[in-house]
């Protein structure tokens, strides 16, 4: 797999994982304060699997999104750690963490393909950004 294909598959499946991890916690969620924030996040990660989609279809690249397995896996987990808690600050904790992994993530694979074009190099820093920026903005909520 090449660069761009690598790092525009990261970028999509990472936006998949966020969109489907918050329709999940928006089924949970009381606090409206936090579901509006919520509900705002998963539009950027909307729109971040739409460009990232969008770059791979021009540039010929294979669009891999999340497995069954993983998609199963991730509801159980939501399922599991939300099952006695399920309070905009523990909700909040858990997207913390989420974000916290999508950084250290972007960040290897930003190092592990430097050669990948300008755009799809854009695309994964304003998605490293977005991912610092979700960590800020939820400790409001912790």
Known sequence: MDS???LLNYVYQNAEMGTRSIDKLLDIVED???RRHLEAQKREYSAFE????N???RSGCNQKGLTAFEKMRTNLMIDM?????HSASHVAEMMMIGS???VINAVKNLKKYPEADRDTRALME???KSEEDNVQQLKKFL
């Open 50 to 53: 739409r460009e990232a989609g």
């Open 32 to 34: 409206q304060e936090f």
């Open 126 to 128: 304003r998605l490293l």
């Open 81 to 85: 750690q939300t099952l006695t808690d």
């Open 4 to 6: 761009d294909s690598a």
């Open 55 to 57: 770059l791979m279809e």
């Open 100 to 102: 916290n992994m999508g």
